[in-house]
């Protein structure tokens, strides 16, 4: 885990940027997690991967203030993705229920504030996208008032 979601990010931004500096721009986008601004039970690993991860977003800013390199992280909270089922090893009833009660972020909800991100005017920079689903006020703070259908 801490290959795929920091040491991975590192050596590729370390390359990429190689680039970007040549041509005095780029927008660099790493996509973090609500679990890189709070810790929960059950996440000490993945919650310091993307902890790590946001340290160094923030960090390449810093190193990248004065060119036209952008820096942005994306946090999202609960996104339906297949990544649950397999968190829960195949097991889709218990992938359905981490969303139960809610209307969870898509992959393309998602998608769409990268998108914001990248356009915008070239003085602009997002530096931190936290999405949540309208239902969600923490990592684990989920209001599950949505009446599911029969």
């Known amino acids: 885990m801490i290959e795929t979601n920091f040491l991975s990010v590192v050596m590729l931004t370390r390359e990429l940027v190689k680039g970007m500096m040549e041509r005095n721009r780029g927008h ?3 996509m ?3 679990a890189g601004k709070e810790a929960y039970s059950g996440g000490g690993l993945y919650c310091g991967t993307k902890f790590a991860l946001d340290a160094y977003t923030t960090a390449t ?4 203030v004065g060119t036209n390199i952008r820096v942005t992280a994306v946090s999202p909270g609960a996104v339906k993705t297949e990544f649950s089922v397999v968190r829960f090893k195949g ?4 992938a359905d229920d981490v969303y139960k009660g809610i209307d969870p972020l898509t ?6 504030n990268v998108m914001y991100a990248l356009t915008r005017p070239a003085h602009v920079q997002m ?3 936290l999405v949540l689903a309208t239902y969600q006020c923490s990592a684990k703070g989920l209001a599950r008032v949505k009446q ?3």
């Open 148 to 150: 599911e259908s029969q």
């Open 61 to 64: 800013r810093h190193e990248l």
């Open 32 to 34: 973090s997690s609500i």
């Open 107 to 112: 992959a393309a909800d998602i998608a769409d």
């Open 91 to 94: 097991d889709q009833q218990r």
């Open 28 to 30: 660099i986008v790493n």
């Open 127 to 129: 530096c931190d996208m």
